[in-house]
């Protein structure tokens, strides 16, 4: 089937930026498989992870060859939020950074379905996709953290373990013309009232500033990062072209 | 609307009758992701599909199978471009469709329940507005009809579909969910 690759340097590192961040979430769910707490939940992170490869397909074959770019680059050339990096932890931790990515993402993508740029016509797609997700991810949150006293710290734990690194999402991005301050409010806004609901206090923890996490965008990345890409890419690379 | 030729029309109908491979009850014109066949002559058409989701992987076994039963129908030519605007709703599918997923067993997506993703507000209001709707609109078992049913995941089988459970004849089922 047929694509369109762009030219404009800016779009270019939006869309990578974007896609880097689907691709990689996308992975971490995957490594859920045969690991999840419950048949169902199994079934679901793999479908939140088989959408977040479909965003990933198409903003990266806006940039050049999706296979060349997902499995050839090395750790320092992908641009994703640390945020979508982290490994998946025990299950609330998986489920904190759900919340809080999911609400980033429906957010950024509502608003950019509403524009005319290039990516509105994915974005207009991908946000009915992402309210599914951010749904999910807000009744677990709600469940956990409401849940048993044991649910409860892990949920409380999860939430403060990444707080740090939810201020880099709205960090400027080359190309991507959304008002930041704006999401960024919007964010606060929902985030903080699924937490009350789900008996959890807001992390209190800096967003941003020297003990803030996120240079992921500048292509510094966490320590396991490293091992998640080499995994990744060592089928591709050790057999060029293999295909099912 | 654009002017669609006798022939055009035609392909359409070859391409559309192209069963859906992971729900093959329904057609691919049922499904409504057949948006539009444009004719080059006689011997080169491009046919437009869109996704259901983003990474459905049926897109690919669906363009293959059309391009099979165009090239069987004498086009020589045959590009499958896949089209993401409009994006594609669960109100495309037709009522033919529904009616078919029902049979199934599937229970097939309430119309017009398609949330709004621009200006929708975040927060408890979603999950609420869903709850309030649900009474007015529930979601019946596909097997005895029942309008007592119960949301076990909200992901099942395939990501376009919940899993569901009937509280009247106990029997689990698929909702293909609002999307």
Known sequence: MSTDVTTDAT???????LGDDALVLSHRLGEWAGHAPVLEEEVALANIALDLLGQARVLLSLVGDEDELAYLREERAFTNLQLVEQPNGDFAHTIARQLYFSTYQYLLYTELAAGDGLF?????????????????????????????DVSHQRMQRACAALWRFTGEMFQPVAGLDVDLPALESAWAASVTDVLRR????????????????????????TESFGRMLAEMQHLHRSHPGASW | MVTTTALEAELLEVAGAVPDPELPVLTLLELGVLRAVHAHGPDSVEVELTPTYTGCPAVEAMALDIERVLHEHGVRDVTVRKVLAPAWSTDDITDEGRRKLREFGIAPPRAGRVAEPVGLRLGP???????AGEAADPVRCPHCGSAETELLSRFSSTACKALRRCL???????HFKEL
């Not at chain 1, 789900?198 to 990345?221: D, I, K, N």
């Not at chain 2, 209001?125 to 709850?131: D, F, G, H, K, V």
């Open chain 1, 120 to 148: 509105a016509p994915l974005a207009a797609k991908a946000v009915k996709e992402v309210a599914y997700h951010r749904d999910h991810a807000e009744q677990w949150t709600l469940r956990l953290g409401d849940g048993t």
């Open chain 2, 125 to 131: 209001t979603r999950t609420l507005a869903q709850e």
């Open chain 2, 168 to 174: 009247s004849c106990r029997e689990p089922f698929d």
């Open chain 1, 198 to 221: 789900a008996t959890l206090a807001v992390p209190e923890g800096p967003r941003s500033g020297a003990w803030a996490a996120g240079a992921g965008r500048q292509g510094l990345h």
């Open chain 1, 11 to 17: 779009v270019t590192s939006a869309a990578l930026a």
